[in-house]
């Protein structure tokens, strides 16, 4: 089934810095969505971009969708220890009835 | 205080045994369903259920069960037909009045291993 990719597969950054992960998927969507995953836990909602917005903003986070090329990214501006976690991309595909999640990023911000 | 149950949070399975996890939700949400996560994966959906009393497999279903007799419940058992059941399950649900997969609210999860 159709799945979003995640690059990298990991990301080591510093406290401060942005952190930017990109997601690919590979048939048209009805919106795109971003969740991140503390280690053990649950998955947490971050942000929802729809399939006609190629920007998006939610205090430090910013997402872009290019649906041409059928990529999203997300950045993270001036990092946190807090933001270390997984994030992960998942896509809801018109008539799908589900989301289809992308293998995620492990971001770790060191301080 | 509102939000979505995963009991027990680690289980163990023997060899032929079934085993139920537990998934309570009091917000009021009409859609629930399960994931599974391997390590360092993404989440593969096992079985959902938009409401009461109807499921749908999802992508990995051979294996599990569920049912949905009360909306604020949906419990997946895991077969002894699931022959690599290690894992970590996650619950999750999404609100009425919007579109089915606009937003999931998770559970904290199940790590579920094998004997």
């Known amino acids: 089934s159709q799945q979003g990719e995640e690059d990298p597969q990991a990301l080591s950054i510093q406290e401060g810095e942005n952190a930017t992960m990109n997601c690919s998927y590979k048939?048209?969507?009805?919106?795109l969505q971003w969740y991140r995953q503390n280690s053990g836990r649950g998955l947490v909602h971050l942000i929802l971009?729809?399939?006609?917005?190629r920007e998006k903003h939610s205090g430090r986070l910013r997402v872009t969708l290019d649906t041409s090329k059928k990529s999203s990214s997300l950045l993270i501006t001036a990092s946190r220890a807090a933001d270390t976690a997984s994030y992960f991309c998942?896509?809801?595909?018109?008539?799908?009835?589900?989301?289809?999640f992308g293998q995620g990023t492990r971001l770790t911000i060191n301080p | 205080d509102g939000g979505i149950t995963q009991s027990p949070k680690y289980l163990f399975r023997k060899e032929g045994q079934n085993v139920t996890l537990s998934c309570e939700q009091n917000?009021?949400?009409?859609?629930m369903y399960w994931y599974r996560q391997d390590p360092g994966q993404g989440l593969r959906l096992i079985y959902y259920?938009?409401?009461?009393?109807?499921?749908q497999k999802g992508d990995i279903a051979e294996g599990y069960s569920v049912s949905r007799e009360k909306k604020e419940s949906f419990p997946l058992t895991v077969t002894s037909a699931q022959k690599n059941p290690t894992a970590f399950y996650l619950c999750?649900?999404?609100?009425?009045?919007?579109?089915?997969?606009?937003?999931?609210?998770f559970g904290s999860g199940t790590q579920l291993s094998v004997l």
């Open positions: 048939t048209s969507i009805n919106n």
């Open positions: 998942a896509t809801d595909s018109f008539g799908a009835q589900k989301l289809v």
């Open positions: 259920s938009q409401i009461v009393n109807d499921f």
């Open positions: 917000l009021n949400h009409d859609a």
């Open positions: 971009i729809r399939s006609n917005e």
């Open positions: 999750a649900s999404s609100p009425p009045g919007q579109g089915t997969n606009e937003k999931l609210f």
